[in-house]
């Protein structure tokens, strides 16, 4: 056993070396990734939970690596933060996505009540205070309609942010930017952020789908926590919805959106086109 847990040891020195690696080759190209035009948006459905109708689109941002391929956020965004490009980035996925929704709505002939499209915010946008103007000339660039776009924030980046957050979030959504906080149960959980913030909806982190049926007392706490968003008047996303016995559970339970591996995973926009616009 000793001898596992050396080898172990090494094994996680040596990853944690190729990692820094890997880090510092990133680093290089992640300052020009920008103007090179490397960054993609993919999009992921979120279905009604009672009509089955595709409802809202979240945009998340890819990176498409010349040598190493299509990276997840999660393996640059981190990198972005700390060289101080994640504002770029973010407004740029802004921009794309805003963009490609009004391109849909005249290419479809679809209402701004029909589709929503939901972008991530990062904890640094959040903070800029300019985000309020940066929100509104990403949507008037593309004379894209406020309701049509719902910002996703985190209690985290709540937490980390100004004290006069609650009136910047205010004024987004007098314009009629809708809110939604994302990884719901995860980190804070703080009741006070449900009813402080003008948030129109919740997404349960998808951690409680993927434990659903595991563990007896974290699906009461998932019920719990639905029946207390729904309460509050909120409209709930689940996210992370994999299986058909999932899904079954998020429409009982009354989840208004369902988003997850079941329907699809974010694809690109033309694929997101063939397969839910076309008719
Ligand atoms: P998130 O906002 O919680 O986004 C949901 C993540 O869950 C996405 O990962 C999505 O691909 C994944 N997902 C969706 N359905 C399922 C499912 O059924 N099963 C499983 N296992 N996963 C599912 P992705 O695209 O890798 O993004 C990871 C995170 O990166 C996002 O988590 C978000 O925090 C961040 N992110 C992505 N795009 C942006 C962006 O444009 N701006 C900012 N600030 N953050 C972003
Ligand atoms: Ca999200
Ligand atoms: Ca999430
Ligand atoms: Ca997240």
Redesign the pocket.
């Known amino acids: 056993a000793k001898q596992t847990g050396r080898n172990k040891v090494c094994l996680y020195n040596g990853s944690l070396h190729q990692e820094t690696q890997k880090k510092a080759l990133l680093e290089q190209d992640i300052h020009q990734a920008l103007a090179l035009n490397q960054f993609t948006v993919?999009y992921?459905p979120q279905i009604c939970a009672r009509t089955l109708k595709v409802k809202g689109v979240?945009?998340?941002?890819r990176w498409q690596h010349p040598t190493q391929g299509m990276l997840?956020?999660?393996m640059f965004?981190e990198l972005a933060e700390e060289l101080n490009l994640?504002g770029d980035i973010?407004q740029w996925?802004l921009h794309s996505a805003c963009h490609q929704l009004k391109h849909w709505q005249r290419q479809y002939h679809l209402n701004d009540d029909l589709l929503s499209m939901s972008?991530?915010?990062?904890t640094f946008?959040l903070q800029d205070i300019n985000l309020l103007s940066l929100v509104s000339d990403a949507l008037a660039s593309c004379d894209l309609s406020p309701s049509c776009l719902e910002l996703?924030i985190t209690e985290s980046s709540i937490i980390h942010s100004p004290e006069n957050i609650v009136e910047r979030l205010n004024e987004l959504t007098q314009q009629g930017v809708k809110l939604s906080l994302?990884?719901f149960g995860t980190g804070y959980s703080s009741i006070k952020h449900l009813h402080l913030f003008p948030i129109h909806s919740l997404k349960v982190d998808?951690s409680f789908i993927?434990a659903y049926k595991q563990k007896k007392s974290q699906d009461k706490v998932l019920e719990a926590m639905i029946k207390f968003a729904k309460y509050l008047g909120l409209s709930v996303i689940a996210?992370?919805?994999?299986t058909a016995e999932q899904l079954a559970f998020c429409q009982a339970q009354g989840c208004d959106l369902i988003?997850?591996?079941?329907y699809s995973?974010?694809i690109s926009a033309i694929d997101f086109e063939a397969k839910y616009l076309i008719k």
């Open positions: 993919h992921q979240e945009a998340l941002v997840s956020p999660i965004l994640i973010g996925v972008v991530n915010l990062s946008q996703e994302d990884d998808k993927a996210e992370g919805v994999e988003q997850g591996y079941y995973k974010p």
